[in-house]
């Protein structure tokens, strides 16, 4: 198979609205909606780093796509189509078709169109960019977090990085324990709608994909505050709750690949139900840091941070 029987066969997708031109020209024309903003983001996937080989194509192809879409939840926007480069050692038709369909229902499920991209021979690499919408001034930023504001997080926290210590063989889990951390690991799902409903409501938003300790940290820089954080308010999923307390501290603090939503409201704030938990997990202040503490409002030692591709 050619690469462009490749593309036709896999990845072109029937027209739909809001797209002129879609796969098969040089450019995607797409028609912008008045009054708002262009929010676009692109995540890299390298096996290896961001990916096991023991991965199944199908949730590769979910997952590649829903980190990006995390980044468009994060900033409250929405998703108006991605673009797809594909780097690949060979052509292998059953990975395709299960990659193509993992990545396709979950484009579909938000109504997302594939409208372009780059097909090429290489070493396994998933490149895609996203592209979405918000009202002029409306996107949810990193920098509005301001002393007083209550800090929050979607779902739960923890169990992506608890899957990945037990294929590092550090955490040895029961087989339906170990399924359900897996499918955190493997199959996140993208916050959209909560990201959406929390436009002029979050004062500050991000998605945690390193690690709370850093996603957050992101936020008090960029707002040039400080945070309170409650460890023993943070929600984790009974299977992270029945480790040694020092798995579900890394875990909860350290651990990336939860694509929760963590964001900040003023005290008060009515926050609508998307069908989605919602934790109250600590308390923005003035004063600079990051401070961990237990239910009693002890100071939390963990020597803990956040995943960082080029630390030394
Ligand atoms: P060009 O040579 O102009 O860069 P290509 O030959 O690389 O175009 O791609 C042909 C068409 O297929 C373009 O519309 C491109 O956006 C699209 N395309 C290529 N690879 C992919 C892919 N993996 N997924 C979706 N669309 C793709
Ligand atoms: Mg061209």
Redesign the pocket.
């Known amino acids: 198979m050619g ?2 029987d490749l ?1 036709r066969r896999f ?1 072109q997708r029937p027209a739909s609205a809001g797209v002129d031109v879609g ?4 450019c ?1 024309v797409l028609v912008p909606t008045p009054g708002a903003r262009w929010l676009v983001s692109s995540d890299m996937l390298v096996e290896g780093r961001h990916f096991l080989s023991t991965v199944a194509p199908e949730r590769l192809g979910h997952k590649a796509l829903a980190v990006n879409l995390s980044d468009l939840a994060a900033c409250g926007a929405t998703p108006r189509g991605f ?4 780097a690949l050692p060979r052509v292998d038709e059953a990975w395709l078709a299960g990659f193509s369909r993992g990545l396709l229902a979950l484009a579909d499920a938000h109504g997302v169109p ?1 409208v ?4 090429t021979q290489g070493p396994l690499n998933i490149c895609i960019a996203v592209f979405g919408e918000a009202p002029a001034g409306q996107a949810l930023l990193r920098s509005g977090a301001r002393a007083g504001d209550e800090i929050w997080v979607s779902g739960r926290l923890g169990d992506a990085r608890l899957a990945l210590e037990v294929f590092r063989g550090t955490v040895v889990l029961d087989g339906a324990g170990f399924e359900t951390v897996r499918a955190a690991m493997e199959c996140p799902t993208p916050r959209l709608a909560l990201g959406q409903v929390l436009r002029g409501i979050a004062s500050a938003a991000i998605d945690v994909s390193d690690g709370l300790l850093g996603d957050l940290g992101h936020i008090l820089a960029a707002s040039r505050v400080g945070a309170r954080l409650d460890l023993d308010a943070l929600p984790r999923s009974a299977v992270l709750a029945a480790q040694p307390a020092a798995v579900q501290q890394e875990c909860l603090l350290a651990g990336g690949d939860d694509y929760e939503l963590v964001f900040t409201a003023p005290p008060g704030a009515r926050l609508p139900d998307v069908g989605v938990a919602l934790t109250r997990i600590g308390r923005i202040e003035a004063e600079p840091g990051l401070r961990v503490v237990d239910a009693a409002g002890a100071p939390v030692e963990h020597g803990l941070r956040s995943f960082d591709h080029f630390a030394s």
């Open positions: 690469e462009f593309i990845f796969v098969g020209d040089d995607a673009t797809l480069a594909l594939l372009g991209g780059d097909t």
